[in-house]
DNA sequence: GTCTATATTCCGATAGAC
DNA sequence: GTCTATCGGAATATAGAC
């Protein structure tokens, strides 16, 4: 049945999110999906040819998505500071879930993963630092943010303190994330 | 041979270091690591239980590692910004070198690991940020470095863009973590 | 004490059933 | 088109040789 079909990919996109989240690519398996959904392992295999196939499949929808959040910004009358939450809110979801986020865990698996998913990463990376960098131009210009760094330089550093931040917040406590957050925001309001 | 004991045990510390900051704790295994000493697996489980007994002793080195750089600060007239390089020189050996610190690549891994280990890293993290911490209010006090948060939230900043600097370094770049690492010093400095 | 040969479990993947 | 039974190989780990 292709509603069944539909399902069953989707539920392995939404594991695979999950596992890759919170335990790491290389530390999980097709069968360890296929438990979480009462089928084979086989059957994941079906669905995404190979582990990779996977991943890659993860990592297009984060582009869609960020490419759908761009789209969102660019027609939006909200203050630049609001933008810049919708790139810091899932961070605190992640945190609340005692995840990393798909960046962070693949730069630690990184060279272990074939080319096809090394180019895809790098999509993804510089599209989300594109995007925070041209937010925080676009508050300097308003005059609604304030930053001494390149917008690039000062993207790097508020997207490090984000990734790394959910990191150490699962062996240190979500309160270290939580003042990294509130510190990231205040500088930028100073 | 006692001491040919020793040097294998050494070596064994040495590579696995290097594969869990290269390619990740659950990305390598006892084979690779024999491969490259030209022993067998079991060899290394002579020296080392189990996997996580390395990881462990890793973690063990680097906590005395950092207790001797303690004590070195203490005892030291230096500046209390040449101190903080002597936090963020190791990063950028890191980068050079395409790894990640063992903190990061422990975080990534960290809801597969035994509560063992969970607990060693704890106190390594705590004290880096404690070490951190305090040098950032000596030099405060000294009136030789401005920073606006507390000093605890001001070493989580610094923490953070470095530990996620020479992850993103691996896929956009060592270009953006040098960007990261002036910017942290500058901003001491101001 | 140091290491090798071997066992066992689990991995990702294919061929074929429904 | 969708999934299961099964394979070859690699993982960690033990028992025993030197």
């Known amino acids: 049945m292709c509603a069944r079909n539909t399902d069953t990919k989707e539920e392995i996109l939404r594991i695979g999110k999950h596992f890759i989240q919170y335990y790491g690519y290389n530390a999980f398996s097709y069968a360890d999906i296929a438990r979480e959904l009462n089928i084979k392992n086989a059957a994941v295999h079906y669905h995404f040819r190979g582990k990779e196939d996977l991943l890659i499949a993860l990592v297009d929808k984060n582009i869609e998505n960020y490419q759908s959040l761009s789209k969102q910004l660019n027609h939006s009358k909200m203050s630049t500071l609001s933008k810049l939450g919708k790139f810091i809110e899932p961070y605190s979801i992640l945190c609340e879930a005692e995840s990393i986020c798909i960046i962070g865990s693949i730069a630690s698996d990184y060279k272990t993963l074939p080319e096809s998913v090394k180019a895809k990463i790098s999509l993804l990376v ?65």
Chains 1, 2 share one sequence.
């Open 126 to 190: 510089e599209m989300v630092l594109g995007m925070v960098e041209q937010t925080l131009s676009e508050g300097k210009k308003k005059g609604e943010l304030q930053f001494f760094e390149s917008a690039r330089t000062q993207a790097l550093l508020i997207m490090t303190n984000l990734a790394a931040g959910v990191q150490l917040a699962r062996i240190s406590g979500k309160k270290d994330y939580e003042n990294i957050r509130k510190a990231v925001i205040r500088r930028l309001k100073k």
